[in-house]
């Protein structure tokens, strides 16, 4: 039985944002990856990993569930953001290595397949509707069935030119433009008037929130928007008040995606048991690994609510083969976002996911079936940029009030 002889983390992308975990073990050639990366503060999760590696070595690889639970509360506090990551691509290593041990792919190991590809959702966005809409269409053509449509970045249709927003003698906003919930209110049921009359009801659509409404208008927008049967409505709330979900829920039937911020069970357990989100959002490294999200799949299953885990943006390449494996083997899948990188960081994972006609595709390799070069890994950091303090600057309303992400 091959036991753990040593633990590394492999930071790589330009600006450093990415922390691959490699678990090395005595078995010559055996080794497991996992992705442990988070944008903003990846040197922390590093150390967090070299922390943990002591008690990691000469255990057997195969105990992933026991090394899962000693991880887990190895700090007697637990379900941080740190550790769970860490503790993320420790665990898909570990899952790596099995496949690697049983000579199966993943997905295999837990239960086998339930589907044959992963469909995906596009990210189609505009900061004007026409733009929006071609944005949509080139993704329809493109064979995706599900698109998030957005107007503009984080927070766009809530927006106002800061200069000629009502400020105070002294602004604090940073950003061009200042945020305002009242415009959001009227700008996105517009935006989906507009597409719906353009596109129709075919196309299943999507829109996030990224959190920046007061819950009120977050009940307010589920209603407003009901009538162009949205796919979901991801992120109307932050994690702080999901306990909102109850109002939205008695009062309008848009389905409800949240989750990419959860980390601790309490934040997810008690939406998916009251059947009050159709849709959980949590990114597999930040939810502690496969280990964890297998069950949060097994709860969803159990209750109606659906799995969309979390991708795009910064997540890697070794994140999204993860979510594909528990894509592949859940009843309880409903949808997975999708993420693209360039031709030079897909040389440096070889074995990485392929998505044809919106449709994601795992290889049949043992393990994650997923690689990193680590020379071309090595040679995709920028080390000047990664050395960069990479922290989230959230965006503000006029009086310079920070709107919670
Ligand atoms: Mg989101």
Redesign the pocket.
């Known amino acids: 039985m091959a036991k753990i002889k040593e633990v590394r983390c492999i930071r790589t992308r330009r600006n450093g944002m990415w922390t691959i975990v490699k678990i090395i073990t005595d078995q010559p050639g055996l080794y497991g990856i996992g992705s442990a990366s988070d944008v903003n503060h990846p040197e922390t999760v590093i150390k967090a990993v070299e922390t943990i590696a002591p008690m990691l070595i000469d255990r057997p690889a195969s105990h992933i569930e026991d090394i899962w639970q000693c991880v887990h509360s190895s700090g007697y506090w637990r379900n941080g953001s740190i550790l769970n990551t860490a503790l993320g691509g420790i665990d898909m290593a570990l899952w790596d290595i099995k496949g690697k041990e049983a000579g199966m792919p993943v997905y295999q190991l837990l239960g086998g397949p339930c589907r044959s590809a992963v469909p995906c959702y596009a990210h189609a966005g505009g900061s004007e509707l026409p733009a929006l809409e071609d944005s949509i269409r080139a993704f329809m053509e493109e064979g995706y069935q599900v698109i998030r449509c957005q107007l503009g970045g984080y927070g766009g249709g809530g927006f106002s030119e800061a200069d000629a927003a009502p400020q105070p003698k002294d602004p604090w906003s940073v950003n061009r433009h200042v945020f305002d919930d009242e415009s959001y209110l009227e700008n996105i049921p517009n935006m989906f008037d507009y597409l719906r009359q353009k596109l129709g009801f075919q196309v299943k659509l999507t829109h996030?929130v990224?959190e920046h409404l007061r819950p009120q208008c977050a009940v307010q927008l589920s209603k407003l928007l009901e009538p162009y049967r949205l796919f979901f409505l991801?992120?109307v709330l932050p994690p702080e008040h999901i306990q909102w979900f109850r109002l939205i829920r008695e009062q309008c039937t848009t389905p409800q995606a949240m989750g990419?911020l959860f980390i601790n069970p309490h934040e997810w357990m008690p939406l998916i048991t009251e059947r009050l989100i159709d849709f959980v959002?949590v990114r597999v490294s930040k939810g502690a690994g496969i280990t964890q999200c297998r069950k949060i799949a097994t709860m969803c299953e159990w209750h109606g609510v659906h799995t969309a885990w979390?991708e795009?943006g910064d997540n890697d390449p070794v994140n999204q083969i993860a979510a594909c494996h528990l894509d592949m083997a859940s009843p309880s899948f409903g949808i997975q976002?999708e993420n693209s990188f360039s031709p030079e960081e897909l040389d440096a994972f070889p074995g990485h996911g392929i998505i044809e006609n919106g449709y994601l595709y795992a290889n049949d390799q043992p393990g994650l079936g997923i690689d990193i070069d680590e020379q071309k890994a090595k040679a995709l950091l920028n080390q000047e940029e990664a050395n960069r303090p990479h922290i989230f600057i959230p965006d503000r309303k006029a009086d310079g009030t920070a709107v919670r992400p």
């Open positions: 996030d990224h991801e992120d990419e959002r979390q795009g976002e």
